[in-house]
């Protein structure tokens, strides 16, 4: 009977193999939004620092650590995928990101639009200019600040990684510690969006973080499957706390930026480090496949926009109408 399950799986198609986490993530949001269509979530928004906290806790958990996890179990359906599979899987989470850093940079611009020229008057004496030009100029300074830090980051995730081949476990946890870095990004941008009080923005980006980080799961656990004794159980739930509990962190920073400099800034910051994970993915396809713009992977890419528009534009902002 064993037997005849596992060739059952190894005949599914490659196409569920590659996409099955994602249909399910898919099933479970859609459950989510129809109960949460009954409740005023904008009610929820109006809290005090603590209920902000534990509130973003939640919502960290079920964007970062729990989208690792189902990723984690699904690494070893993705080792019997052809690499053109693999690309496609990383398009698609490229696309849901390219949109949501867009979403990020307008809400950069807007808040910064929106900063009052007293709100910077010491630098507005220096430079003589309005707050809303020294407000989006120090968004792009951050954001070209964050980009170069998670650059500096990723190189010394990869330095260590090369300096300890052969010990899986270790090279996870330098895998886990890097994605968690990134994940702060993530927990910012739904941080600042809950203490805007705009609920649209953080059900998108919840929703996409929670499809995007179910990709992260077998980049932890890849170096893992290759060692012959498999670790303790402990491991793994460290693993998808490092790499996944960043949102939370970065959720509750996040939460503090209720005013529009602070919010211009802090969405600033999450678009440099989603845009640098971005340039990541990018880097990998280009090294492993050679050709970016081969069919499957422009399609992917393009769905996984589309996904995230259709969620933002039909679902938040017409069916729940928030």
């Not at 009080?197 to 919840?206: P, Q, R, S």
Request: a negative charge.
């Amino acid at each position: 009977m064993e037997a005849e399950t596992v060739e059952n799986r190894e005949e599914l198609p490659s196409w569920v193999l590659a996409f099955g986490p994602f249909l399910v993530i898919g099933a479970l949001i859609t459950l989510g939004l129809v109960a949460l269509r009954s409740y005023d979530f904008e009610a929820i928004l109006v809290t005090d620092t603590v209920g902000a906290l534990v509130i973003m806790t939640g919502i960290g958990f079920i964007a970062g650590i729990l989208p690792v996890a189902v990723g984690m179990l699904w690494f070893p359906y993705v080792r019997r995928l052809d690499a053109e599979w693999i690309h496609a899987v990383l398009a698609f989470s490229a696309g849901i990101l390219a949109f949501i850093a867009y979403e990020m940079a307008d809400e950069a611009v807007g808040h910064a639009a929106n900063v009052s020229t007293a709100t910077v008057a010491p630098v507005h004496d220096v430079v003589g200019l309005s707050g809303p030009a020294i407000t989006l100029a120090l968004a792009i300074v951050a954001a070209l600040a964050t980009v170069a830090a998670m650059e500096l980051g990723s190189r010394w995730q990869k330095a260590r990684t090369e300096t300890v081949r052969g010990n899986g476990l270790l090279i996870a946890y330098l895998v886990a510690i890097g994605l968690g870095l990134h994940s702060v990004g993530e927990g910012l941008a739904i941080g600042a969006a809950f203490a805007s009080e705009d609920a649209g923005l953080v059900i998108l980006f919840t929703v996409g973080f929670i499809i995007h980080n179910v990709t992260e799961g077998p980049a932890v656990i890849a170096a893992v499957a290759r060692d012959r004794e498999t670790p303790p159980l402990r491991h793994f739930a460290a693993l998808g706390i490092l790499a996944g509990g960043g949102v939370i962190l970065g959720g509750w920073v996040g939460t503090f930026a209720t005013s529009s400099f602070l919010a211009a800034l802090v969405f600033a910051v999450a678009f440099g480090a989603i845009a640098q994970v971005i340039w990541e993915m990018v880097g990998l396809v280009r090294y492993d496949a050679g050709n970016l713009f081969a069919r499957r992977i422009v399609v992917a890419f393009v769905v996984g926009a589309a996904v995230i528009f259709v969620l933002e534009d039909i679902v938040v902002g017409g069916w729940l109408g928030v």
